[in-house]
């Protein structure tokens, strides 16, 4: 099971940063990419309003 990032994003860009297999990319606020995500929870970790969530 992949994340994705909710509407809450504030588009800091901690969690592309943070994102071991750089699945994460910028947009209208930020994405990932369900197949290069490995489901480790690390953008979900650095996230100040919770907006990576599993799938």
Not at 45 to 55: I, L, S
């Amino acid at each position: 099971m992949a994340y994705v990032i909710k509407d809450s994003c504030i588009g800091c860009g901690a969690c592309q940063a943070e994102c071991p297999v750089e699945a994460i990319s910028e947009g209208d606020i930020y994405v990932i990419d369900g197949s290069k995500c490995i489901d480790c929870g690390a953008c979900s970790g650095v996230c100040p309003v919770d907006a990576p969530q599993p799938e």
